[in-house]
């Protein structure tokens, strides 16, 4: 999260067309996403809210493998394409059964580069590696999925491109996509908004650019916020006031400490508070230089679900993320690029949250987001694996190796940024006691390879490799 003096009151995007004209990075050779030659998916339809209005829209989806191998679902994303009910209208996901497991079942929204008079939004059907894989000829059984506007205003469903309200039994229905592995293999897309295919296997890998592939890391092997060494790398502990979080709170570089755990050292963010102002204190550490655009980002994160000590409750947020200034309202050259962890919640939800955001721009007042994101509500505290790679066509998220969140080219990056890791505090109301309590957030190690997409288990290879030949910091990336 930026250092924004306002607070979000939405997570969802506006619809914005955003022209991006540019060839696209190469990868490093990787195992290839298209679609084997057995793979093939059909995806039926039905909904149990058939009125051209309605409190909720209820796309009920069934999925069923029409290849000859096979499919593991984690791999697969269905689209179901609609039209926003007002331009600033945020939308939330819900299962209510699904014979897979609800647990199993993502639902992500994302906007479209190209708005149609039946599109502008989508919500995307992904899965967990707990959903298992279907056999040749088997489905996913019942998925009784259903979204809504966040203010629960009514639904004017008759404009969207992916409903009917006449379609009250499962039957195939083209008018949802499917991709396995990024291909698309199944329905068709609002006109000029198909899903874009990866390369084929037979394309062969190109060089990097030039000047490509320079290397900042760092295992963060320092003494203190004091240590002369982290100043020299690069780094800046904030110490300035301000936003994100608690009006009146304090950023404290001498919270920013630094401890071995199994023979590594690891950075410690500590986050406080006794309920006031004036008693919260908020940790952040960030590269001086903006200069960090295209590429793959990396670093293991441990989140919190609960305080060291004190009362748990706090609306706490635990972050990775790139950015870089709004240099004035609107102004499509910002760029900013989350992993955010809420424990407690916060943002008008309940309970524990991971969300993945790629902003475009906003407006902090009256306040106005232009963004696409992804989440699952789920635990994840202990120690994760985060990574998002960023080229000419996308941003890819992942967590622990497998993909959390795809988010479009019209948010890609028209500036270089920072790197950030930050822990605050949204506001005082999800624990309103005196008494003092503190929250840690730990990052193992923190990677940026310019202008190379890397695949995790690349990441995770190139971090051994630089830590079994004794280096604990290189900064090769240009000033930009």
Known sequence: MSTRTTSRSTRAALALTALVGSAALAALPLTSASAAPGDGLAVQYRTSAPGVTADQSEPWLKVRNTGTTAVELSQVKIRYYFKADSPTASYR???????????AVTGTFGTLARPTATADRYLEIGFTPAAGSLAPGADTGDMQLRFHQSSWQTLNQSDDYSFSGAQTAYADWSKVTAQIAGATVWGTAPAGNEPTDPPT????????????????????????????????????????????????????????????????????????????????????????????????????????????????????????????????????????????????GGWGEPANI??????????????????????????????????????????????????????????????????????????????TSTTPRAYDQQVDYVLHVKDQVLTPAQVAAKVAALRGAGTSFVDEVPAS
């Open 93 to 103: 996901f819900a299962c209510s059964w699904a014979v897979k497991g609800c647990a």
């Open 354 to 431: 991971l969300y993945t955001t790629s902003w475009e721009t906003y407006n902090p007042d009256p306040w106005q987001a232009v963004n696409q994101h992804s989440e699952s509500r789920t635990s994840y505290a202990g120690w994760h694996d985060l990574v998002v790679t960023i080229d000419n066509s996308r941003i890819a998220y992942y967590v622990d190796g497998a993909l959390f969140g795809t988010h479009d080219a019209a948010y890609l990056p028209e500036r270089p940024m920072s790197i950030n890791f930050n822990q605050w505090l949204i506001d005082l109301d999800g624990q």
């Open 201 to 344: 296997p037979t394309d062969p890998p190109t060089d990097p650019p030039t000047g490509g592939g320079q290397t900042l890391f760092d295992d963060f092997s320092y003494t203190s916020h004091t240590d002369p060494a982290l100043a020299s790398h690069g780094w800046n502990v904030r110490s300035n006031s301000g936003g994100p979080g608690v009006p009146g709170a304090t950023w404290d570089p001498s919270k920013v400490t630094f401890a071995t755990q199994n023979g590594a050292t690891v950075m410690n963010l500590e986050t406080s508070s006794a309920g006031t102002g004036s008693t919260t204190v908020h940790t952040e550490v960030l590269t001086r230089a903006s200069k960090f655009r295209n590429g793959t980002y990396a670093a293991r994160v441990k989140f919190s679900d609960a305080p060291k000590y004190g009362p748990d409750g706090d609306r706490v947020v635990q972050t990775f993320f790139t950015i870089n200034d709004l240099k004035a309202p609107m102004a499509d050259d910002y760029a900013e690029y989350d992993f955010e962890y809420l424990p407690n």
